[in-house]
């Protein structure tokens, strides 16, 4: 495995992270503080998201997210992803593809 995905892994403990997905013209974000690390090889890692939340619907539709580990003083960015629609109004976005387990 790669350094650089092993220390993502290594810093992925506990924590918040900022989970963003899109699917087409929408695009969403949402904290979450649930999510595991489950292979080293390939890098895989789960989190929980609710089937109410709409990013729920927008990773069945797309089938992926980017995970953004947040850190301690980016405390102020969790309230700019809560709620029912985290929209990501006022911040620049840029979508790829980076990894992919499907």
Not at 39 to 46: A, D, W
Request: charged share 20%; aromatic share 10%; net charge neutral.
């Amino acid at each position: 495995m790669e350094e650089t995905w092993l220390q993502a892994l290594a810093k992925m403990i506990h924590g918040i992270y900022a989970l963003t997905t899109s699917y087409r013209d929408e695009i969403n974000a949402m904290i979450v503080s649930w999510v595991s690390q489950i292979s080293y090889e390939p890098p895989l890692v789960m989190v929980a998201i609710h089937t109410r939340r709409y990013s729920h619907r927008l990773v069945e539709k797309d089938g992926s997210f980017a995970l953004h580990i947040l850190d301690r003083n980016q405390a102020d960015l969790v309230s700019c992803f809560k709620g029912p629609a985290g929209l990501l109004k006022g911040f620049p976005f840029l979508t790829q593809k980076t990894f992919s387990a499907i």
